[in-house]
């Protein structure tokens, strides 16, 4: 097992390596100058080839590239074009940002995800799986930055019981220690904001692991449907166990296999892809701060930004593979 | 079994519900902030917007905390790019940095009048060549640091030299605002600030090499403000987060993309001002959820209002809705030297119905425009008047310059939305379709935003969209870099070029008199009207919303105002 880890940590050396190249040849392709697209329609000549020159870009591609691979080796990911600002000093906010509403959404989503699926299974055909299962379709498709806005007029706009945007009130900010405000919160003893930091969660939350929640519901149905029928599961209930028993303790955990690895993968898209959200409900996070970086051709924002999304993406799916074999035994490495 | 499920369930779902309704927390004083006003103007509908007082309670002054005027919070969709307002040209940056700096004149709150600002008065000699300006005496900064013509001398030296200890030119700052206002750099040939001398601590005199029209329009811009040196000596190229002015209200702190904080400046030159303790500029980036954010009473004012949204802001009582003075034009260019018959841009002027753009697209916040330069600016022509939407007389006049059968036209869209044209594919769908009618087919040409402005400033278009925003209120930032001949191939991208205008805008330039530059401007626009090497289409007024509480905001032209006066009235 320890062995397996670390070959998979070593892999992750030529994986990233590999995301450099491609995330730094495909922003060099996006067409345009990032000196002419900060500056705008009002800049001169003049001063659109001194930015130019300022920002390093009118070395070659290869230096360019260079220099950007030296630094990140130095843990150090550069400086963003538009706001001359440290990357490294930058991104960790937002990583913590992302992280906490994903881990919230992921928390809702797998809640009601696996126990509606279970449900549904269960009573296979009954009232409740019909509509469990219509909802995970409408869930699945619904336009999360409808959702989103949905969300808002009612429960901030017209109910006022939510706060409609940010991670905490804008007046009231928590001194942050670890960037995740919950965690910050209680750290500092201050239960008050801790149930501000809450209350700002539920609705991105909600909006964010829709879709998850949907997808594992219905992948959470499939796979205990088949596995119910199957024989040990049989020889459970003619031992005489209650259904609890029979579902939570036995065919869950078989069922569980291919659930994880959706589950897995969404955190991962969920960590890099929660720009719609982030946007609506202004979370300062990796999402939205990769998408600025396309926007003004912050070539530097937008490799480092992939670059992190890309090592998460892959530390999540190595934490899902070990998981597997906590779950199931008979998997080993 | 089914009710353990149910019963997770109802914890869960417990669990929400409290985190909703559980009170002693900020953002539940703000809800009920907002039920409140709610109820209030259910109650009292006839009481006027300033009566709100019922409404106070537990709202931001308890939460800033610090004294009566409370903390008020600007939502608006973007963050700022840094807090050295002169080596950006962002106005979100602007926006921001006019609340902490000041510079040596003002405008005045709703246009581009000047008027003073850190210096009370100024002089200029005959012809144009020395200003002089006299400080306001006992000023500091947020530093402590004394305001003197040293420091004033500093911040120049600063940006026209490259070589300045403090231009931080290996950290990638470009005073790109500082060239284009005063002809280039020290060193640069069209440079116009020839000397800056310290007379005394408190006066200091520009020598220019040549009179500019413009120059202290300039010296109002929020752009050429001026920063602590003591803060440039002690936060180096880190100055961009770390502002230091003189303004009324002095930086906190600056968490990106989400909010930057600022306080009460408690030392401020002007007695009793500013009013509120703490200024939040809030970045809620989606338009709609910036819009129900004010709704819910979360945020006071809020920047870049959907023109479809100002309807139901207008009729609702906590709302405010309030627009600022055009001072920018979306046009449509031609490119002068391939549609080089006069009379075939002037059928086109003629075919393009302006009025239905400003309304299907601005909601009617949009004046048609018959010239680049916005109205109420000085020499603006209003004499003129826009050509006449007219597809018959436009087909006619285009059979007589030889295109009875029709003709074919590229038309060029730029890819992003700006306030001068909010829905640019649109705009140009109404174009096609105008044209249509008069015989001309018009093909789009989609590009990237900036291999768009390279190319159109090459000439590979023969009619594109674009547009110009005012900085400075001066209408040569208009007329100068739009039409002026030297500018061909950079920010002129009709390649226009007319000696006798290039001539009048020469002179309006150089020319110290206002009266005698309105002249001349008026002059230039008629000549330009004629040519017709564009069709001006509107001057856009952006809307903004805020909550009734708020009191004395008044917008400015340039989107930087200063908040020092507003007030909340709770």
Not at chain 1, 22 to 39: E, K, M
Not at chain 2, 72 to 80: E, F, Q
Not at chain 2, 507 to 518: G, I, L, N, S, T
Not at chain 2, 536 to 554: I, K, R
């Amino acid at each position: 097992m320890l062995a397996y880890t670390m070959r998979r940590l070593l892999m992750l050396i030529p994986v990233l390596l590999g995301m450099t190249l491609i995330t730094f040849s495909i922003v060099h392709l996006i067409p345009g100058n990032p000196a002419q697209v900060i500056l705008g329609e009002t800049a001169t000549q003049s001063a659109i080839d001194d930015l130019e020159r300022q920002m390093g870009l009118t070395e070659p591609y290869l230096v360019q590239y260079g220099v950007y691979l030296a630094d990140v080796f130095q843990g150090d990911l550069g400086q963003s074009l538009r706001t001359r600002g440290s990357i490294t000093n930058e991104i960790g906010p937002r990583i913590a940002a992302t992280f906490e509403l994903t881990f919230f959404a992921m928390l809702w989503a797998v809640f009601v995800g696996i126990n509606a699926g279970i449900i549904s299974a269960w009573r296979q055909n009954s009232w409740f799986d019909f509509l469990a299962m219509f909802f995970a379709l409408v869930g699945v498709s619904m336009p999360i930055f409808w959702l989103a806005l949905m969300e808002q007029w009612l429960f901030a706009q017209e109910l006022g019981w939510l706060p409609a945007y940010g991670r905490q009130s804008s007046v009231d900010p928590i001194e942050p220690i670890t960037y995740f405000f919950v965690i910050d919160s209680i750290l500092h003893m201050e239960f008050d904001r801790l149930v501000t930091v809450l209350r700002h969660l539920v609705l991105p939350a909600i909006a964010l692991g829709t879709i998850p929640m949907a997808i594992i519901a219905r992948m959470t149905r499939s796979s205990m449907l088949e596995v119910m029928k199957s024989d040990y599961v049989r020889t459970v209930r003619a031992k005489g166990s209650g259904q609890f028993i029979v579902i939570y303790k036995h065919a869950l955990r078989n069922a569980l296999i291919p659930v994880l690895t959706v589950i897995g993968l969404q955190t991962g898209v969920l960590l890099g892809g929660a720009i719609l959200t982030e946007t609506i409900f202004s979370w300062p996070g990796i999402g939205r701060y990769v998408y600025e970086g396309i926007n003004y051709r912050d070539y530097p924002v937008i490799q480092s930004g992939i670059l992190v999304v890309a090592f998460l993406f892959v530390i999540i799916n190595l934490i899902v593979d070990l998981l597997y074999a906590f779950i199931d035994p008979r998997i080993k490495y | 079994m089914k009710f353990k499920f149910s019963f997770l369930l109802a914890i869960m779902i417990a669990f929400v519900l409290v985190l909703a309704a559980c009170g002693g927390d900020d953002d539940d004083s703000e809800s009920e902030d907002q039920d409140s006003g709610t109820e209030d103007t259910e109650q009292e509908d006839t009481d006027s917007e300033d009566d709100t007082d019922s409404e106070s309670e537990g709202d931001d002054a308890a939460e800033g905390g610090d004294g009566e005027g409370g903390t008020l919070v600007y939502a608006r969709g973007g963050d700022s790019e840094s807090l050295d307002y002169a080596s950006t040209t962002d106005g979100e940056s602007s926006r921001v940095t006019k609340q902490i700096y000041e510079s040596l004149l003002d405008f005045e709150e709703d246009s581009f009048e000047i008027k003073a600002g850190l210096a009370h008065d100024w002089d200029v000699n005959d012809d144009g060549t020395v200003y002089t300006f006299h400080l306001e005496e006992g000023v500091t900064f947020h530093d402590g640091s004394d305001f003197n013509a040293e420091a004033v001398k500093t911040n120049f030296e600063r940006w026209a030299d490259p070589e300045h200890e403090f231009a931080f030119e290996d950290d990638g700052y470009v005073y790109s605002m500082y060239g284009t206002m005063f002809g280039g750099f020290q060193g640069d040939d069209g440079h116009v600030i020839d000397e800056i001398n310290v007379v005394s601590d408190h006066e200091i005199e520009f020598v220019l090499s040549e009179p500019l029209g413009f120059f202290l329009q300039n010296m109002a811009m929020s752009y050429f403000a001026i920063t602590s040196p003591q803060a440039l000596e002690e936060y180096g190229p880190e100055i961009s987060e770390n502002p230091v002015g003189t303004g009324p209200f002095q930086f906190e702190n600056w968490s990106r993309d989400d909010q930057i904080v600022l306080s009460k400046f408690d030392d401020y030159r002007e007695e009793g001002l500013p009013v509120l303790d703490e200024v939040i500029f809030q970045v809620i980036p989606d338009n709609a959820a910036r819009l129900i954010a004010l709704n819910s009473g979360e945020v006071h004012i809020m920047d870049g209002l959907n023109p479809d949204d100002a309807a139901g802001v207008d009729s609702d009582e906590n709302l405010e809705l309030y627009t600022r003075e055009a001072n920018n034009v979306g046009y449509v260019g031609f490119n002068n030297e391939k549609i080089d018959d006069a009379d075939v841009r002037r059928a086109i002027n003629h075919a393009i119905d302006r009025q239905a753009i400003a309304d299907a697209l601005y909601a009617g916040y949009a004046i048609p425009a018959v010239t680049p330069v916005p109205p109420g600016y000085l020499g603006y022509n209003d004499e003129l008047e826009s050509y006449e939407y007219d597809p018959e007389l436009a087909q006619e006049m285009l059979a007589d310059a030889g295109y009875e059968d029709g003709m074919e036209i590229e038309l060029w869209t730029m890819p992003v939305a700006r306030p001068y044209m909010p829905d640019p594919e649109t705009v140009a769908e109404i174009i096609q379709n105008n044209l249509s009618e008069v015989g001309v087919e018009a093909e789009i040409v989609r590009e990237e935003w900036a291999p768009y402005l390279e190319r159109t400033s090459a000439g590979d278009h023969e009619m594109f969209m674009l547009g110009w925003s005012g900085t400075n209120g001066d209408p040569d930032y208009f007329l100068g870099p739009l039409l002026h001949g030297s500018n061909v191939g950079e920010s002129n991208r009709t390649f226009y070029q007319n000696d006798e205008v290039d001539e009048l805008l020469d002179q309006a330039k150089r020319a110290v008199d206002q009266d005698e530059r309105a002249e001349l401007y008026q002059e230039a626009q008629a000549l330009i009207y004629e040519d017709s090497p564009m069709v001006p289409l509107v001057h856009s007024e952006p809307v903004l919303a805020s909550s009734s509480v708020v009191e004395n905001y008044v917008p400015h032209p340039s989107t930087s105002e200063s908040l020092k006066e507003v007030e909340l009235n709770q």
